[in-house]
């Protein structure tokens, strides 16, 4: 079966939040299942399987978009330890896909056209410490070596996507060290699937292990290579919607929308104008802003070479005060994806850079850190620059501009130090008064 695609995901993300299912074990002792042994709700598998799929049918029936395999305590050494065979094992594993897609199946056919709505499977992966049944699911306090937690995992892994799930549930994670051995497994054995990861925390700042919870994230935070977080970018799309809506603000093909983004490496503004794009097609216009010392996105795009150039190749030193943007190449996963789908670039210079944190100071008393600047002068680029009055022309707008909206992609600046508020504010003081 063909698995689901980042491109189809951020597509459904785009159009609103998904609901995930609820608890599976819970659900099943209130249906009189016993799930008192080491192979907890994985014991439905044996002996009550038609009450698995009445719990992936009740959740639907509530509203939820994504029903988890009743795979969470389903592992080959469990079923193993209870006198299955290997091939047994990857059969129970298969038939909670199956039980899942089959509540799935019978859901759809009572739905009204006008009523459908997406419904995904994802394939639970539980931690190693559900497996051993101790507690230590809940403590991280387990120690294997990462090819040992790969060999643990991959079976399960291979059972679910052969049965045809859409994506993997990495659930509730209390260990730093097999969360990183499940990213790479699936990286390097599962190319073509999803999955999300969630982490079981102690407190509001560490996982469960005790390795804090910051370090774990930013491990897999990647704006250049992440779908996941490319994916993660475009729900901005859907809120702004939201936000439109809130204002009764029109967007369509005599209301256009135009929006100027900010771009370092490209993920953020390259996952919003995706979602925006899914939301208002051709009715909305995404231009990206970067600085002139490092213009990455444009010098990827116009080679060809996407992120196989740097701005150094072309004798720019890459430097600039919007720190946020100083990426000298491009990330090649945005840029490929983005190619067709944005209207255009410009560049700042920091010097505007500046006189636009001062302005927006003195007229507004907002304070923008330098790289969320880079988008507010992009109307003033499309109606002044022959350009810009060319993309006008060209897409038929110029007589649109009264019924238009504009927006300026800002990123913060709340985060700034004071006296580095001072530090900027006086710089961009210097040309305005000279």
Request: with cysteine; aromatic share 10%.
């Amino acid at each position: 079966m063909k698995q689901l695609e980042a491109q189809q995901l951020a597509t459904i993300l785009a159009n609103g939040p998904l609901v995930v299912d609820g608890a599976m074990a819970t659900e099943l002792q209130k249906k009189g299942v016993d799930t008192a042994n080491n192979l907890w709700s994985a014991t439905a598998l044996l002996n009550a399987p038609s009450a698995i799929k009445e719990v992936h049918r009740s959740y639907f029936v509530a509203g939820a978009n994504i029903v988890l395999t009743n795979s969470y305590q389903a592992n080959l050494p469990a079923f193993e330890a209870h006198g299955f065979s290997e091939e047994e094992g990857q059969h129970l594993i298969q038939k909670a896909v199956q039980l899942a897609q089959a509540a799935r199946d019978e859901y759809v056919q009572t739905l009204p056209a006008d009523k459908k709505r997406p419904l995904l499977i994802a394939g639970s992966v539980g931690p190693y410490g559900a497996y051993l049944a101790n507690g230590s699911e809940y403590t991280g306090d387990y120690l294997l070596r990462k090819e040992e937690y790969k060999n643990f995992h991959r079976p399960r892994m291979q059972a679910l996507a052969q049965a045809g799930v859409d994506l993997f549930a990495f659930e509730t994670q209390p260990n730093f060290a097999e969360t990183q051995a499940l990213a790479e497994l699936l990286y390097e054995e599962f190319p073509e699937m999803l999955a999300w990861l969630s982490f079981s925390v102690d407190g509001k700042d560490k996982l469960c292990d005790g390795t804090p919870l910051k370090q774990a994230v930013s491990y897999f935070v990647d704006d250049e290579h992440s779908e996941d977080l490319f994916l993660g970018y475009t729900v901005a799309a859907n809120r702004l919607k939201g936000q439109l809506k809130e204002k009764n603000i029109l967007v369509d093909a005599d209301h256009p929308l135009f929006v100027y983004l900010p771009c370092g490496i490209g993920g953020s503004p390259g996952g919003i104008t995706f979602g925006l794009k899914q939301i208002y097609g051709d009715n909305v216009h995404c231009f990206f802003a970067e600085p002139t010392h490092v213009p990455s996105m444009l010098v990827g795009l116009l080679t060809g070479e996407y992120d196989g150039v740097t701005v150094k190749d072309f004798g720019l030193d890459g430097l600039t005060v919007a720190d946020g943007l100083a990426v000298p190449r491009t990330s090649g996963f945005v840029a490929k994806v983005l190619e067709d789908f944005f209207s255009g670039s410009y560049t700042v210079d920091d010097h505007q850079i500046y006189e636009l944190l001062s302005t927006l100071i003195d007229q507004e008393e907002i304070y923008l850190e330098p790289a969320a600047l880079a988008g507010v002068p992009g109307s003033v680029r499309l109606f002044q620059s022959t350009a810009g009055k060319k993309y006008l022309q060209d897409h038929h707008l110029s007589d649109k501009m009264n019924q238009a909206t504009h927006i300026a992609w800002a990123t913060g600046g709340s985060m700034v130090p004071e006296e580095d508020r001072h530090v900027f504010y006086a710089q961009g003081q210097q040309p305005l008064n000279a």
